[in-house]
């Protein structure tokens, strides 16, 4: 399975940006994909997933209000869109998928993208 995310950029605090992920297999319903973010010098953290089948989505306290996750399905891609950034969500925002909901939740996902840089200038 390879993801390939586009949409990172800079953006000014206060922008938005929108964040997508295609997947090049097909996303079983029992699937959950998922965006972790790893900023300079701290460790890899959870951010948004979402439940391939049921469409349930989760988010980090930190996204929660600011950040929506959705899916696809016809197109195989996950988004995170990304509003009110912040300059302490700079970081690079990785797609993440496996059949197990928790190990995305927890940023120990089976399959990652290279990841995407998303800069956030105050």
């Known amino acids: 399975v390879q993801l390939v995310e586009s949409g990172g950029g800079l953006v000014q605090a206060g922008g938005s940006l929108r964040l997508s992920c295609a997947a090049s297999?097909?996303?079983?319903?029992?699937?959950?994909m998922g965006w972790s973010r790893q900023a300079p010098g701290k460790e890899r953290e959870f951010v948004a997933a979402i439940r391939w089948g049921v469409g349930n989505t989760y988010y980090s306290p930190s996204a929660k209000g600011r950040f929506t996750i959705s899916r696809d399905t016809a197109k195989n891609t996950v988004y995170l869109q990304m509003n009110s950034l912040k300059p302490d969500d700079t970081a690079i925002y990785y797609c993440?998928?496996?059949?197990?909901?928790?190990?995305?939740?927890?940023?120990?996902?089976?399959?990652w993208g290279p990841g995407t840089q998303v800069t956030v200038s105050s």
């Open positions: 993440t998928k496996d059949s197990d909901w928790s190990k995305v939740m927890t940023s120990k996902a089976t399959y």
């Open positions: 297999q097909r996303t079983f319903s029992s699937a959950t």
